[in-house]
């Protein structure tokens, strides 16, 4: 029974830092971690350090705020990543971003559609960013539009990563089959909204992560995130749904590792 950060982005933090946030990493109980690349020239470091480490597992994909203009050259890129190496066990991270709006939302919907296929193709899961715009009501066009492409794909083998939304989003997503991942901010004392919806979706449809280093816990503020915060997010679960931390982390456990085959 062990803890797993889910999506982590190891290459984010300084290189002479790198190697102090996994041993911190393994110290706090985290046996297993996916670096989650979101871009091209990410694919290839992020594997190099997967192979170097059994602890650690990668991703390969494009993020929406990192698209690029040859379309067909990153589509190879990322198929040849993820066919012919072991350690890359998801597409991702992919999906829409309509608070940065970096990209024309036509332009998102395509190249998420595109890396679906590539994941469909090859059997493997995808890991999917989902952010609303920066305005009221903005929210629910994000999660409309990500449900409509899923559905168009018939692609439901994926996680929503950093889930932030509401009750109604988190059901229509279980409804559909995907998996919903949880970060820190579950810990945040002003959340209460979110953890209202962890506690409404079941054990066997969670999955944790730490997204560092963009994102922290309570009692963290202000400092970039680690994995080895994954502790305290499992409490925060187990509390929110009042059963044993054991079971919660070993339930999570199964889920992760069913999910990407690690």
């Avoid at 480490?53 to 040849?80: C, N, Q, R």
Wanted: net charge negative; with cysteine; aromatic share 8%.
């Amino acid at each position: 029974m062990h803890l797993i950060d889910t999506h982590a982005h190891i290459s984010h933090f300084p290189k002479g830092e790198q190697g102090g946030v996994l041993e911190r990493a393994r110290k706090a109980g985290v046996k297993k971690l996916i670096n989650v690349a979101c871009d091209l020239d990410q694919i290839d470091p992020h594997l190099e350090l997967a192979k170097a480490d059994e602890f650690i597992w990668s991703s390969a994909g494009v993020h929406p705020t990192s698209l690029k203009d040859d379309l067909e050259g990153a589509m190879k890129k990322i198929y040849e990543s993820a066919k012919n190496e072991k350690k890359v066990v998801a597409i991702g991270e992919i999906g829409l971003d309509y608070y940065h709006d970096k990209f024309p939302r036509e332009q998102q919907d395509l190249w998420l559609a595109r890396q679906l296929k590539i994941a469909k193709e090859l059997s493997l899961p995808a890991i999917i960013h989902c952010r609303a715009g920066k305005y009221p009501g903005e929210n629910g066009g994000a999660f409309v539009d990500l449900i409509d492409i899923l559905e168009r794909e018939k692609f439901y083998n994926a996680v929503i990563h950093c889930f932030s939304g509401n009750l109604a989003e988190a059901e229509k997503l279980l409804e559909l089959g995907l998996m919903l991942s949880f970060t820190g901010i579950i810990t945040y004392q002003r959340n209460e909204d979110l953890r209202g919806v962890v506690q409404a979706v079941p054990l066997d449809r969670i999955m944790l992560e730490t997204d560092c280093p963009y994102l922290t816990i309570e009692g963290k503020r202000g400092q970039p995130g680690e994995p080895a915060f994954m502790q305290k997010i499992v409490e925060t679960v187990a509390k929110v749904k009042g059963v044993e931390v054991e079971v919660a982390i070993n339930q999570i456990q199964k889920n992760t590792e069913s999910f990407f085959g690690i």
